[in-house]
């Protein structure tokens, strides 16, 4: 992935644990726990917490956690990926709360119903968990598949979401 050289940070505690959150003068770019899968060096960006998109997305994350919001409206930059990349990540913007999807069925509706490993890929390198929420995306047979945040934060993101949702069902 790659980020724009303007990529602030700031550090927020969650009940999933500590989260690093990042942001370009377009939005925001990244938010990984700390022993997540596939991060970038964000060691050395600067440390902005009082920054307008930082502390929006840090608001709407504890109203998530708490059960108080169910989708976010932080503006994205998505840009860190490929074209075929930011086109799954797009694609999984639009999993409503409490829903969850297939690879297989994000893969069809992208026009690519072929292509559930490179999906799985991409879904696997989404720069921003929960907001952009890869969580949503199970197994075919409906399993736990794949996280990088790691299984346990993805059961307890549905969890979450399955006891504030209206009804849960597959896309």
Known sequence: MKFANDIRKTRIDSRLGPITLAATDKGLAGLWFDDQKHQPPWQDWTVQDDDPVLQQATVELREYFDGQRTEFSVPLDLQG???????????????????????????????????????????????????????????????????????????ALLQLEARTAPRSLFA
């Open 81 to 155: 990926g490929t074209p075929f990349q930011q086109s799954v990540w797009q694609a999984l913007v639009h999993v409503p709360y409490g829903v969850c999807t297939t690879y297989g069925t994000l893969s069809a509706a992208l026009d690519h119903p072929k292509a559930v490993r490179a999906v799985g890929a991409a879904v696997g390198r989404n720069p921003l968990g929960i907001i952009v929420p890869c969580h949503r995306v199970l197994g075919a047979d409906g399993s736990l598949t794949g996280y990088a945040g790691g299984l346990g934060r993805k059961a």
